[in-house]
Every structure is written in structure tokens, then in C-alpha cells.
């Protein structure tokens, strides 16, 4: 329980310091004119109540990844715990906080245009189209769990298929309305509720006589069952990527970014919405642990298949800790979180595409134009098996984090003068968590098994992702040099 205590305590200082250390160094301005108000629209830039703006951004990037992520990457030990509470204060919170700011700065940019302005044209065009894919992957990854689950307690003829269906119905909407319609009007209920669920967890956790067995005295080796096979460099920073670190957090950040009224509202909404995300993902990972009683204990209710995987855990906790408010709280969030993670994606994918093709969309029918090809292949894609999809899109997610994080490091090497304790550029504040992550991700795809990955020796995949790593920082020091002439 100390241990615990003592992680959320980190997180929670980890805001009120290290974020408030961020905010200085990039310089907020409260008087610089805002893409809500200098582009508004009616539409996608939009100015919005900070509080309501908040709520929006949580559930955006947070919807069931940090819950799943959690519990499915506390397996392999309590370092889970490590990297929850590190990777959000110096990885995930730094990564959304910042391309927030940049595109608050070139009026409301989409990730592609903040990533090409700094990487070059051709990066520009890669990130277009990665982008779009992620997007895509997304909405089709979290239309499948809710309508199943639907589907079971409906009615025998409004079946999976239906359920699909309407939900994607429900995406177009939220997809071309103005997003103070649906979007505006129901996330902050959601964000809300997903909020309160926590909480409760948290009340059972620390005032419930809850044992949280973290075995951090028997030290940080890999508990995952898998062993060899699922070494914990890099498997766990790719299982665990919504509660630390998450390429798909850059791409709703510029979504907020033009309904924000004061740049200064830029730490609490961004880098505030991660922490929050992070004390999510950290209550649910002790709460697995603790409700099946160790890392053990967890990994085989997770090996048998009867008892419903991850979904299921987190309805028996929150029925047995919060009884029937939690249960309905627990369906609830099991299905409307992957929903609202899904139609925001859709949405993004059409701004997305909007920037590159350089069509105005305060018009319906041009918001419409642009929409239905992204409908058109995310219904094909949602053919294609879960888990397959699942797999694509982990790989997809942490690679987008990598470049967001390169081309934020180029931008405060140009644009961002202060130094850090009056010794290092502001660079220094991305450039350790990107290069870290290219080595995580490059590793990730040389070792996982096929298809996901190429399925090399682990000594053979980490010396290909150090190598990388190595041959990107060249390359950013050799950049690096005029800059510091001038």
C-alpha cells in the first residue's frame, strides 16, 4: 500500500512540478490569439469551456486503454508500476502537452503538418498516410468489443452485426457535426463517469483494508508468464501505452487545441488530462493485483479463457467493490469508452485529410466529401479478425509517438531558446523520451512474432533498435549545430 501511495503521490507532484517546469521553459502566452477565435467556424474551431474541453481531451485519449493497458502489462511486475508513473510525468504528458502547444501555434495544425514542418516534405507525406491508417485502425479496433457486448444483452435479432451498424451510424454523426453537438455534449458526461469509477476503486483501494501485494522487495525481474518470450523491454512499454505514452494522444491534442479560449489553460488540459490518464491506468494495475491476489494470481485468471479476459475482471471488480452502482459504472464504461475513442479517431482522420487536401469544412457537404472515404475503408478494415487488427494497431500507436516526439525535439531546438538550469537546450526535454522509444519500438517490430513482427533473436532486435536510435540522435546533433552558431 505504501508503495502505492507513493506512486500516485510522484504522479500526482509530477504535474505540479515537472509539468509547471515544461510550462516555463516553453513560454505560455495569454495573450496570443487563439485558433478558436481567430479561425472559428462553427464547426471543428470552436471555443469551449475549459472544464468541458478537459473532460473531452481525458476521454478522448484515455477510453479503455488505460484500464486494459493496465491490467494486461502489470504482468510482468511491479516495474509496470515504474513506468506508469516515469513514462507519463517525462514521456506521455511531455508528448501531448507539447504538439498541443505547436498547433496552438501554427492555428490549430493537424499532427501531420506539425510533424512534416519539422522532419521535412517527404516525413510530411509518410505521417499523412500513417496517420490516416492509425485513425482508421482506431475506429475499427473499438466498434467490435462494445457491439458484441451489446449483442449479449439484446434481443436475438439485434446481433453483433446491428449493433456495428449503429454505432458506426453514431461515428458519421459525431464525425461531421460540429463538435459541440454530440461530442461536446455527451464526453464530458463519459469523461465523468470514467473519472468517479476510478475514484471509487481508489476509496476501495486505500480505505477498504485492500492487501496490494507489489513483491517490490523481491525486485523488478519479469513476472509475465511467457518468460522469454515476452521480455519486458520492450513488450511492457508497448502493452502499457495509453496510461504512460501513446502516439494517438498527438492526434486528438490538435482537435482540443482549436476550442481552447487561453494558451495557459495548455498545462492543465494536456499535460493535466495525461496525468489523470496515468493515476487511471496506476489505480486499475494495482486493483488487478490486488482483487486476484498477485502477479501469479493474475496471470492465470488472464491464460483461461473462460473467465472473459481483461473485460470481464474489470466488471467483477467493480460489481464486488461497488457493488451496483459499479456494475452498471463498469458496463458503462465498457462500452462507451471504446466508442468515444472510436468516432473522435474518425473524426481526426477527417481533419486529417481536410489539411492535406486543403478543403474548408465549415461546409457540411465538404465535411461530408472528405468523411465518406474514411467510412468506406474503416467498414472494410472492421472485416478483418480482432486480433490481427489489435496487434497492427499497438505497433502503429507507438510508432506515431516516435515521430511526434522527434519533430517536437527539432521545434524547441528552433524555436525555444531557454535553457534548461541554465545548462541544457529545451530540446533535452523530448530528446531523452524519443530516443528511449526508438529503441522500444524498433526492438518491438525486429523481435514480436510474426505477423506483427519479423521475429528476430531479441539480442539481434535490441542492437537494431540501440543502432537506430543512435543514427537518429547523429542526425539530430548534426541539425543541431547551425542552431547553436546563431
Known amino acids: 500500500m505504501i508503495a502505492f501511495l507513493i506512486s500516485l503521490a510522484v504522479l500526482i507532484g509530477g504535474y505540479f512540478i515537472y509539468g509547471l517546469l515544461v510550462e516555463r521553459i516553453v513560454g505560455l502566452d495569454s495573450r496570443r490569439p487563439m485558433p478558436a477565435l481567430t479561425k472559428r467556424d462553427g464547426v471543428d474551431y470552436m471555443p469551449l469551456p475549459a472544464w468541458k474541453v478537459f473532460l473531452i481531451q481525458f476521454l478522448n485519449i484515455a477510453g479503455l486503454g488505460p484500464i486494459f493497458g493496465a491490467i494486461m502489462g502489470v504482468m510482468f511486475g511491479p516495474a509496470a508500476f515504474l513506468w506508469i508513473v516515469f513514462g507519463t510525468i517525462f514521456g506521455g504528458a511531455v508528448h501531448d502537452f507539447m504538439s498541443g502547444v505547436i498547433s496552438i501555434r501554427r492555428g490549430g495544425a493537424s499532427l501531420p503538418e506539425i510533424v512534416g514542418e519539422q522532419l521535412g516534405m517527404s516525413v510530411k507525406q509518410v505521417m499523412r498516410g500513417f496517420s490516416l491508417l492509425l485513425m482508421i485502425l482506431v475506429g475499427a479496433v473499438f466498434v467490435m468489443t462494445p457491439a458484441s457486448l451489446i449483442a449479449s444483452l439484446t434481443p436475438g435479432w439485434m446481433d453483433t452485426t446491428f449493433w456495428i451498424g449503429l454505432i458506426f451510424l453514431y461515428y458519421m454523426l459525431a464525425t461531421v457535426l460540429p463538435i459541440d453537438k454530440l461530442i461536446g455534449n455527451l464526453y464530458p458526461l463519459f469523461g465523468g463517469a470514467l473519472l468517479f469509477m476510478a475514484v471509487g476503486i481508489l476509496y476501495v483501494l486505500v480505505f477498504g483494508g485492500v492487501e496490494i501485494p507489489h513483491e517490490m522487495s523481491a525486485g523488478f525481474f519479469n513476472r509475465h508468464p511467457s518468460g522469454e518470450d515476452a521480455p519486458m523491454f520492450p513488450m511492457m512499454f508497448v502493452s502499457i501505452a495509453c496510461g504512460a505514452i501513446s502516439g494517438f494522444h498527438a492526434t486528438q491534442s490538435p482537435m482540443m487545441a482549436r476550442c481552447l479560449t487561453n494558451e495557459r489553460l495548455a498545462r492543465p488540459i494536456f499535460y493535466g488530462a495525461m496525468v489523470c490518464e496515468g493515476i487511471v491506468a496506476l489505480i486499475w494495475g494495482a486493483a488487478a493485483i490486488a482483487f486476484t491476489g498477485g502477479y501469479g494470481a493474475l496471470a492465470d485468471f488472464m491464460a483461461n479463457p473462460s473467465n472473459g479476459g481483461a473485460g470481464a475482471l474489470v466488471h467483477s471488480i467493480s460489481v464486488e467493490w461497488l457493488g451496483t452502482v459499479g456494475g452498471i459504472l463498469a458496463m458503462f464504461g465498457v462500452i462507451a469508452a471504446p466508442i468515444t475513442s472510436g468516432d473522435t479517431a474518425l473524426r481526426s482522420a477527417r481533419l486529417i485529410a481536410a489539411d492535406f487536401l486543403h478543403i474548408d469544412q465549415s461546409s457540411f457537404w465538404k465535411r461530408l466529401v472528405v468523411s465518406i472515404p474514411i467510412f468506406a475503408v474503416s467498414f472494410m478494415i472492421m472485416m478483418i479478425d480482432f486480433n ?85 540522435t547523429l542526425l539530430f546533433t548534426r541539425m543541431l549545430r547551425p542552431v547553436i552558431a546563431r
Open 388 to 472: 490481427v487488427l489489435w496487434r497492427y494497431f499497438a505497433w502503429c500507436n507507438q510508432m506515431l509517438a516516435v515521430f511526434t516526439l522527434w519533430a517536437v525535439t527539432v521545434w524547441l531546438s528552433r524555436e525555444v531558446n531557454v535553457r534548461i538550469f541554465n545548462m541544457f537546450g529545451a530540446w533535452w526535454l523530448t530528446l531523452i523520451p524519443a530516443v528511449f522509444m526508438t529503441v522500444v519500438c524498433v526492438t518491438y517490430i525486429f523481435f514480436a512474432p510474426r505477423p506483427e513482427g519479423l521475429g528476430l533473436p531479441y539480442e539481434m532486435a535490441l542492437g537494431i533498435g540501440m543502432i537506430s536510435a543512435g543514427i537518429l
